[in-house]
């Protein structure tokens, strides 16, 4: 081998937001506060208040590889704690409000967290859950002198924290593998498993989603983070927004449709990022309207599969494109993206939402592969389903201090198992078959409950619905569909489950229909299968399909 | 410090062909071969070719870190060989055949090349200059089998090569660190000296170009490199194309005015890259015609200063964007484009073409400062004139076996120095003033030979022309403005020392002028001052500037 000759940098993500204050000092930071009002600041003077956050950091002894926790909302303040923590070489730790206490309180003991910033919002969550914490954590409430919320009579508050700091620092000189960013996954079983990031994988992930979005990450476009900034960085938003020259309009905390809508219509949002749920409360605050909100050209849905319904009302109805991807915590997030590829998209609308429908190709430096139980790799045919392993810069070789997590998320061979099963057309377009714990093993085939609560979605009465498994005598475990019905609607388990029989196999049609008020959700704003299948594991099924 | 817990995948410029293949597969190479024809292939064809060569490569005993010399035009073929010797780990040495015998022969002997790829049109030169080479090295005729030169008749026919070889492979595990290809800058003075590129440092300027250049490096554009792939890697553009899916249209031998019209406008090319002189000859066509070829949006330019008149035709007479970079060799060698902020595109033609007569901003990832003599920073403010020193992943930090050049070009504190001179405007956009050594020091003051010629070029008689610092005994320099008279125009020396005088300070104004039939150029296309310093150094100037 002959080395190269070239400098060695290391790809820091300080570097993001110098670049940004330099090249695109027009690119902005909009939030929607707490209160309501609007607040907005260039990158250029974000750089500076960044500057006097980590001075303040400084004087509070953080230092390298120590731990900041963050409960916070989409703000600037927030955008200020991840470069700030990050640039010292220190780790910002987000922390997911909707955690239990159990689980809040095992992650920020085994984070060791030394310091922790909240929204004045979530201070009687913190003031009921610190005595469990360690003592030495220091608290800062994100607001103005005079502001801290008496249930955390002893925390600072956060202006005061940068009143009088220098607006320019020396941020030390870090190795690239250094971490940046710490968050957990919520995890339905076990304890919540910690994600290190470094600032090298937080950089490259960065430009590999700017080169696999091209039509969103670029000067001047305004994106709407929905995805809040505790869950998986934001998709990296905060990160790709400022390298591509692209501004950040931050919604805060009221993320219901018709603040979505007003905000994105206000601010001309050329593209907003979030769940499935946003965007059908998004979508009926357009129906309501008649209109979309003014400029929106794309929506990036993820964290779960998009429902057909979701796809055809933006493509059709509005003339939204919409872009379906695939990420997980562990792969910093982003992986594939639905984007089509450019010789499809003067295709006919039904076809391009067949093909949105799939998860999408894979960005650059992110590889995947699908293998049997052996192993094996599977061929990319579009039919073949298998465990869906990944690789590359942005993915996990391990979760923080848990040996016994590592070892069974990693393959011998260093892959690391999504615990999805998928399948891979020959353009290499992914599609997740199921979680492997939701599929469901009924006589020998498996149903993907995905499929099945996709075509129960296409029936107007069904606002929400989880296909799972309940075990059976015969057939090992049979499929059973649980209904959150549209208001006002009436139809019943027959009805619903002749709607799945005319377009699935007899097989795979639920045995049975339930009707709930509402489902029961997880901190990441999933349905809680685990949730359901312990209550219905007793539920009677008739083991007679169709 | 605390590391991250992320995967560490080397950042391999094999990748980059593996993703295009896989994910933008209606991408493609088209070529103009040497005998006229056209040439398309996809990006998939493309990589199992890279494939077959690679095996006759490994048949050759190439192995990790040897050393694979090119001598060729901008075909599919000379593509095939960027992508085969790198992902085997081996190194890409693209020869410049406008090199002197003298320079050719030692680059040869320097870098230990072992084997060496040649289009027939070299077979000739090649012949005259084989013996002074290594006697181990192997010949390769880019040519069908049957077809190899009688000046060569040993080479063996690149066909042949790849005659049965398998279409896939598997490369050997690299280090992001290893070298993937080696370029030699023609120097004014010494020995050309060799900058051996690693792996990394080519993906992180291919995605760093595709985020500077958001416009160009998008799926489905078609890009025309007239520069050429011996020439400081085609601009990175054999990497950049295919990791952003666009298609590369690649012009052979034949770099003329109607040639590139031609094929541009055919092949509805996007954008196009090269120098000056190319472009003054596109434009005479494209007045000729009375039109732009067909989809031209963008013309990138670089390689030295771009003067004014062509700015304008581009974008006052075509509705042509003009995007003005500034790169060396040993940057990769995109450092700067001056690409437009999002804000100021909507300004007046006047104001968009004074700034993009700058160089322009930095792409992320690349660092730049001017200093003084002491090497102290100057501010940005758009008149402080230092020397220009750069640093980035892209950045040499020594060159191939020679210590003393590389002492020379680095810093204590680990910056390159350009050999420019540069101001810096508070937007960060970035002016060579000239190369430090190209400046005439007339009485205490620095003239830049670049204002001055760009001046004299906006004279209708000047086709072409360069401004050198003759000797005198009173001002120490003085300035001499060599010309190349447009054909059928008679202006004399008094009539261009006025047109300059009417625009510059009269200390700035050449004390003579010289007409010649034609420029001496170097073997990188720009007119060698070091030839005509040394023929003009006796020139009597009479000191009575203006």
Redesign the interface.
């Known amino acids: 081998?002959?080395?190269?000759?070239?400098?060695?940098?290391p790809?820091r993500v300080s570097?993001?937001l110098d670049?940004a204050a330099?090249?695109?000092?027009?690119g902005e930071v909009v939030s929607v506060m707490l209160d309501g009002s609007v607040h907005r600041i260039s990158y250029q003077a974000l750089h500076r208040r960044v500057a006097r956050l980590a001075h303040a950091l400084r004087e509070m002894g953080v230092g390298?590889?120590d731990r900041v926790a963050t409960l916070a909302w989409n703000t600037h303040r927030h955008f200020e704690l991840y470069y700030a923590i990050s640039g010292l070489?220190a780790?910002c730790h987000t922390i997911n409000p909707r955690l239990s206490a159990e689980q809040f309180t095992y992650i920020v003991n085994h984070a060791g967290d030394r310091a922790l910033f909240f929204d004045v919002t979530f201070a009687a969550q913190l003031a009921a859950l610190r005595g469990s914490f360690p003592d030495e954590i220091e608290y800062v409430a994100l607001c103005e002198s005079g502001a801290v919320p008496e249930e955390m009579p002893d925390a600072r508050a956060y202006d005061d924290l940068l009143e009088g700091q220098p607006d320019s620092i020396t941020l030390p000189d870090?190795?690239e593998?250094?971490?940046?960013a710490l968050c957990y996954t919520s995890g339905t079983t076990g304890n919540p498993k910690g994600?290190?990031?470094?600032?090298?994988?937080m950089v490259?992930h960065a430009?590999?989603m700017?080169?696999a979005e091209?039509?969103i990450?670029?000067?001047?476009r305004r994106i709407l983070p929905v995805v809040p900034l505790f869950h998986a960085n934001a998709w990296g938003l905060p990160y790709t927004a400022p390298?591509?020259?692209a501004s950040l309009v931050m919604p805060g905390m009221t993320l219901d449709g018709p603040s979505i809508f007003r905000l994105a219509d206000r601010e001309e949002v050329y593209s907003a990022f979030g769940v499935p749920t946003v965007w059908m409360s998004l979508l009926d605050e357009m129906d309501r309207q008649g209109r979309k909100p003014k400029g929106l050209g794309e929506v990036v849905t993820g964290g779960s599969a998009a429902p057909r319904r979701l796809v055809e009302r933006f493509m059709v109805d509005y003339g939204v494109e919409v872009i379906h991807g695939w990420g997980m915590t562990e792969t910093?997030p982003i992986g594939t993206l639905s984007c089509l590829?450019?010789?499809l998209r003067g295709r006919p609308v039904e076809e391009r939402i067949d093909r949105t429908l799939l998860q999408g190709?894979?960005a650059?430096?992110f590889?995947m592969k699908i293998v049997d139980e052996d192993g094996n790799d599977l061929p990319w045919d579009g039919v073949s389903v298998g465990e869906y392993l990944v690789?590359?810069?942005?993915?996990?070789?391990?979760?923080?201090n848990n040996e016994a997590a590592t070892k069974a998320a990693i393959t011998p061979d260093?892959w690391?198992r999504t615990g999805d099963m998928a399948s891979i057309t020959p353009?290499?377009e992914m599609k997740i078959a199921d979680r492997s714990k939701d599929l469901i093993k009924s006589g020998g085939e498996w149903i993907s409950s995905i499929d099945v609560e996709n075509m129960a979605m296409s029936h107007p009465a069904v606002a929400n619905c989880a296909v799972i498994a309940v075990p059976h005598p015969k057939w090992v475990e049979r499929p059973l569909l649980v209904v959150q019905r549209t208001p006002g609607t009436e139809a019943g388990a027959a009805d619903l489950r002749a709607h799945v029989a005319a377009n699935l196999a007899k097989w795979q049609v639920p045995d049975d229909v339930v009707f709930v008020d509402e489902l029961p959700m997880t901190a990441t704003g999933k349905v809680s299968k685990r949730t359901l299948r312990e209550r219905y594991k007793d539920h009677p099924m008739d083991g007679a399909p169709g």
């Open positions: 081998m002959l080395p190269g000759i070239m400098m060695h940098r790809l570097d993001i670049f330099e090249i695109h000092p027009t390298p590889g070489g780790v870090l190795d593998n250094d971490a940046c994600v290190l990031y470094s600032n090298r994988s490259l430009l590999m700017a080169n091209q039509n990450f670029r000067e001047g390298l591509a020259g910093s590829p450019v010789h190709r894979r650059f430096g590889e690789r590359g810069n942005g993915v996990v070789r391990g979760y923080y260093g690391f353009e290499g």
